[in-house]
């Protein structure tokens, strides 16, 4: 029945095109008819295969799969980044875009068949009910853990804010396992971290959701509150290993530094489809300097802030080359079955320049060494390096791309540490602070 509907479907269209040259179409339109039968006959032998695979398979196969597998490798074969999203993963990147879900407040990761508790998050259901950093979850509403993905954890834990989930942990020096009973609340995934580091303010944006700019201007306030104004040196916003998100609040977390000018025009298909999005006045860090932190794992959004900074000479931007994702994905509903995820533009910062394939290029290159158990593995990072990638405008042999690795002891991090010192006066150099009159604007 599917396929009976699928090529009467595409008979119609062939019918119409038809009329239409009946009717004296121009050449033109005769062709692109002409070429549109070839496309439905296509189709017509996607049917045709879909059903000798149904049908003649060694093992009945899962109609739903086949069809959803069609068009993600039709989606794949466009860019590394076209996608169709099942219910499922649609729903949960609303989670992860809105940066606020129903669960119980915890960062895990799956260890010996069992999910450890890196660290319960402050003032949640999972710290108020005496979770600690090290449990290992090995049930949860009575149903062993092991077996399970991390995913499939996690969604067991999430859920309807106000029902409960019971945890059956086990904890190194508890002579038993303790059974806990929490009850599910709204939580919301912290997308800025910030401290003081004396007299410089550290800034990092784990990620873009929706609560990026609210929360960056938070910890701006924060820090504004507990330095004085003559002892502030200036910020480091820290966008490593951040792989992007929303569009609008890389935009918002520009316009936040910046007291006018472009931030990012986007540019689709269509030569006059451009659009340009401005930064409003009003630099909420009253002109102090900025130092920005990149590397092999700063994408897409985050690379739309370091080039709107760079391009503006408002920030020095410090690390190494950036990833290099320079294309824009809208998210299109299917109702119930989904969500289409299309690469429908190229972003490109102030200057005009096109990130894709190439990154943002630090004005001072700065490389963090890799620690022994990571020396001779790949960690680097970059569109570039991806299979089917677009090609990038301003992409060359030395394409995009870095070492994505950042040191858990901030003593460690040479990147870190050279922004402090410049911050402070005790290195020097010729890109810091960079020359106003530079930028795009003058």
Do not use: C, W
């Not at 119409?16 to 008819?33: I, L």
């Not at 009850?183 to 929706?210: C, H, M, P, Q, W």
């Not at 690390?319 to 995820?341: A, D, H, Y």
Request: proline fraction near 5%; hydrophobic fraction near 40%; charged fraction near 25%.
């Amino acid at each position: 029945m599917i396929r009976k509907l699928s090529l009467l479907f595409a008979g119609a269209l062939m019918g119409a095109s038809a009329m239409v040259m009946v009717q004296g179409a121009p050449a033109s339109s005769a062709f692109a008819a002409a070429k549109d039968s070839d496309v439905y006959k296509q189709l017509s032998l996607l049917g045709d295969i879909f059903e000798r695979v149904r049908s003649q398979y060694v093992t009945p196969p899962d109609d739903k799969k086949l069809i959803e597998s069609a068009i993600n490798g039709m989606l794949t074969s466009l860019d590394p980044h076209s996608s169709y999203l099942d219910p499922e993963a649609a729903q949960d990147m609303r989670v992860q875009t809105k940066g606020e879900f129903g669960g119980l407040g915890i960062e895990v990761t799956m260890e010996n068949d069992a999910v450890k508790v890196i660290a319960p998050i402050d003032d949640t259901p999972a710290s108020k009910a005496g979770v600690l950093a090290g449990d290992l979850i090995t049930k949860i509403n009575g149903e062993e853990v092991r077996g399970l993905t991390l995913n499939d954890a996690v969604d067991k834990m999430r859920g309807q804010v106000g029902t409960d989930v019971e945890l059956t942990i086990t904890r190194p020096g508890a002579e038993k396992p303790i059974t806990l009973k929490i009850t599910r609340a709204v939580i919301k995934v912290k997308a800025v971290r910030s401290r003081i580091e004396n007299d410089v303010g550290y800034l990092r944006v784990i990620s873009f959701t929706e609560q990026t700019t609210d929360d960056l201007k938070k910890a701006i306030q924060d820090i504004q509150s507990k330095v004085p104004e003559d002892k502030l040196k200036g910020y480091i916003l820290d966008l490593r290993l951040n792989p992007g998100g929303l569009l609008d609040q890389a935009v918002a977390v520009s316009d936040v530094f910046l007291d006018r000018g472009e931030v990012v025009s986007t540019r689709g298909r269509d030569p006059e489809d451009i659009t340009r999005f401005d930064a409003h006045k009003g630099d909420l860090t009253n002109g102090k300097p900025i130092i920005v932190l990149i590397n092999g794992g700063s994408a897409s959004a985050s690379e739309i802030v370091a080039g709107a900074l760079q391009d503006h000479r408002r920030a020095t931007i410090l690390g190494t080359q950036s990833f290099g994702k320079g294309s824009v994905q809208t998210i299109i509903p299917l109702g119930e079955n989904g969500s289409l995820r299309l690469t429908t533009a190229l972003y490109y910062t102030p200057s005009g320049k096109s990130i894709q394939g190439k990154g943002i290029t630090p004005d001072i290159k700065v490389e963090q060494p890799l620690p022994p158990e990571l020396q001779g593995k790949d960690v680097v990072r970059g569109e570039s390096e991806l299979k089917g990638h677009i090609k990038g405008a301003a992409e060359d042999e030395e394409g995009s791309g870095s070492a994505a690795y950042v040191p858990a002891d901030p003593a460690k991090d040479l990147q870190l540490n050279e922004a402090l010192k410049l911050l402070r006066g005790e290195v020097a150099n010729a890109a810091f602070p960079p020359d106003p009159k530079k930028g795009v604007l003058n």
